[in-house]
């Protein structure tokens, strides 16, 4: 019996499950398993230790380097493509938050990897970069060639004409994308002052806004009654304040003599 339960449950059996399940799925159930999948790796990672990350990533590094070491040119050819048309795929259908998110997550990633390499790692990387580049161009089509370098055409007009800032408010050009400057693009305010709870941007310094907890500022007062009441939102006279606070601020006569005013 014991030897029975074992062979059920042996490795190669539920291997041989697992394909079988997988070979039955429609591709809505696949999508969605790899969704599920997808969503609960990034909720893993997201609190994830830096030494647990950096270990993830290197086993990842080697992997990868050793599945492309053996790899034959086809395969490569072939491997690169289908990046290639996954990115496309990817990137077509993401909105410009997604894109400007992306990108600086790049910019970012980029920045730490050069900031801490040494200098045969630089040399190392920019080394690589050049025979990656002039293997790719070797083999290129002459239309790829003339679109390569009509994209750089495109990227070198827009990097020059974004990065010159000074008095640019006064020659604004719509078609310049301005929040994408690495001057302008300074991320959003989610670092978190342990001192006093404020939300910053990243570059903000660390005792801008409680000078690291010198400065406490006394609760604020309860508002007086009426105001007190109008304000908890929970009556229907308070909703109704609450919805339409901004007309009682601007035109506080109708809050003291109850005037009922009507639009235009
Ligand atoms: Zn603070």
Redesign the pocket.
């Known amino acids: 019996m014991p030897n029975n339960k074992r062979s059920i449950n042996s490795p190669a059996v539920l291997a041989r499950k697992k394909r079988e399940t997988r070979a039955a799925e429609t591709d809505e159930q696949r999508e969605a398993r790899l969704r599920t999948n997808r969503e609960r790796q990034s909720l893993a990672r997201l609190s994830e230790p830096d030494e647990q990350r950096e270990a993830r990533l290197s086993t990842d590094r080697e992997r990868r380097s050793r599945a492309r070491s053996s790899e034959t040119d086809e395969q490569r050819e072939a491997r690169l493509r289908t990046n290639r048309e996954s990115q496309s795929l990817a990137r077509s259908s993401e909105t410009d938050e997604q894109r400007e998110a992306r990108l600086r997550t790049n910019r970012e990633c980029q920045s730490r990897a050069r900031s801490s390499g040494t200098d045969e790692q630089r040399e190392a990387r920019l080394r690589t970069n050049r025979e990656c580049q002039s293997r790719v161009r070797s083999s290129e089509t002459d239309e790829h060639r003339e679109a390569r370098l009509g994209t750089m055409r495109v990227m070198g007009a827009r990097s020059r004409r974004t990065t010159e800032l000074n008095l640019c408010a006064l020659h604004y050009d719509a078609d310049i994308n301005y929040s994408t400057h690495p001057s302008v693009a300074i991320g959003i305010m989610d670092v978190l002052?342990?001192?006093?709870?404020?939300f910053?941007f990243k570059n903000e310094a660390?005792?801008?806004?409680?000078?690291?907890?010198k400065?406490k500022l006394p609760a604020l007062h309860a508002p007086p009654e009426p105001l007190s009441t109008l304000v908890a939102g929970d009556t229907s006279i308070s909703k109704h304040f609450l919805t339409n606070i901004r007309r009682y601020i601007v035109f506080p006569n109708d809050f003291i003599w109850g005037n009922e005013r009507r639009e235009g």
Do not use: D, L, T, W
């Open positions: 002052c342990n001192y006093c709870g404020a910053k660390p005792g801008m806004c409680c000078a690291r907890g400065v």
